[in-house]
């Protein structure tokens, strides 16, 4: 058989603090009948102070112990984030001095906004299948509160902060990722990005932008609800799959009207689409990992269940993954 990656442990971490729809309420012109019909968002976790490394750090923690691994067992450390607490060192480097793992293991950062845990575990589980690694720790982290424009309705109400992590093991076995697929299209750029946020230098006039992050909702809704059709019916096609084979589909939790796009196009019941959006909104690159442990400890995903993932973000980039547990 040959070499695959199997996820042996789950973990998340989110900021204690909870911002309704009704604080929003007294912060912008909006409302939480808005919100709610147009996104499927009630809350979200946004952090008082925490960086990006502890979160993810939280995340990382709770998915080495459920691995029942040490930090001194990890050989490659993934990240999948847009917004480090620094432009360098990147997040992987600093989790990997906060637990302690081992030194000259490579660590690093990707960047794909909210399709960044796909594109970091599709990284991972390349080193794996090729045999480089046998074991990975894989982190989906953003923390998007200080990158939005708090006096923006169009944009502040979609986004929270949070951490996701995985635990990535080299199998023989039948259960692991059965494919990857990532995509990207930077012709879409301007849909949805955020301003340098570097200091000018002597050399150069002043940036009139504020770093602040732009998105064109409507453009950027569909071409979410066409690129992860097309990711999706990639995936099955390569795995010889149709709806029906497939336990459970765990999108990027962006909007529940995408999500519900995605749900009618496959003609899948609500049982088989997992959302957890209602909690967390947007947490970008957390959002896959937040959604798969949460559907992992609340028994909607049994051992051999056809699980697919299928995320999009700026760049714009996609992907989908497809494994069984
Ligand atoms: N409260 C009240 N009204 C609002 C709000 C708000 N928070 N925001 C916008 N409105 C208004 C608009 O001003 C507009 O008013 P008008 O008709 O008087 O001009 C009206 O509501 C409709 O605005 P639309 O933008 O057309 O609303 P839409 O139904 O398209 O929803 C949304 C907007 C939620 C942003 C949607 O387009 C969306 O989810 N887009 C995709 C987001 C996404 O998938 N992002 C990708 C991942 S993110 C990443 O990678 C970083």
């Not at 309420?25 to 919100?35: A, L, N, P, Q």
């Not at 060192?89 to 030194?103: F, R, Y």
């Not at 594109?119 to 982190?139: E, F, M, N, P, Q």
């Amino acid at each position: 058989m040959t070499l695959k990656s199997r996820i042996i442990g789950c973990g998340l971490y989110v900021p204690e603090r909870v911002l309704t729809n009704e604080d929003l309420e007294g912060m912008v012109d909006t409302s939480d009948e808005w919100i709610t019909t147009r996104t499927g968002i009630k809350e979200r976790r946004i952090v008082s102070g925490e960086r990006a490394v502890e979160l993810a750090t939280g995340a990382a923690r709770m998915a080495l112990k459920e691995a029942g691994l040490k930090p001194k067992d990890v050989e490659l450390v993934v990240v999948g984030t847009v917004t480090p607490d620094n432009i360098f060192p990147s997040t992987a480097c600093l989790v990997q001095a906060e637990l302690g793992m081992k030194s000259g293991i490579p660590a690093f950062d990707v960047a794909a906004a909210c399709s960044g845990f796909l594109y970091a575990l599709d990284v991972a589980d390349r080193y794996i299948k090729t045999g480089a690694v046998k074991t990975a720790l894989v982190i989906g982290v953003d923390v998007f509160s200080r990158i939005i424009d708090w006096k923006d309705r169009a944009t502040c109400v979609l986004f929270g902060d949070g951490a996701g992590a995985v635990v990535l093991r080299q199998t023989r076995g039948k259960s692991g990722i059965l494919s990857s697929h990532i995509h990207s299209d930077g012709r879409y750029w301007e849909m949805l990005y955020t301003p340098g946020a570097l200091n000018e230098s002597p050399f150069e006039k002043k940036s009139p932008h504020k770093p602040f992050l732009k998105m064109k909702g409507n453009e950027t809704f569909r071409m979410a609800v066409k690129t992860m059709g097309e990711a999706i019916k990639e995936a099955m096609k390569k795995n010889r799959l149709s709806p029906k084979n497939i336990a459970l589909v765990i999108p990027h939790q962006a909007n529940i009207r995408i999500i519900n796009a995605i749900k009618d196009r496959l003609g899948m019941d609500t049982a088989r689409v997992f959302s957890n959006i209602e909690r967390y909104g947007n947490t970008s690159s957390a959002s896959i990992p937040i959604a798969l442990y949460e559907a992992l400890h609340s028994g909607r995903i049994k051992r051999g269940d056809v699980i697919l993932l299928v995320a999009f973000g700026g760049g714009f980039t996609w992907g989908a993954t497809v494994l069984r547990w």
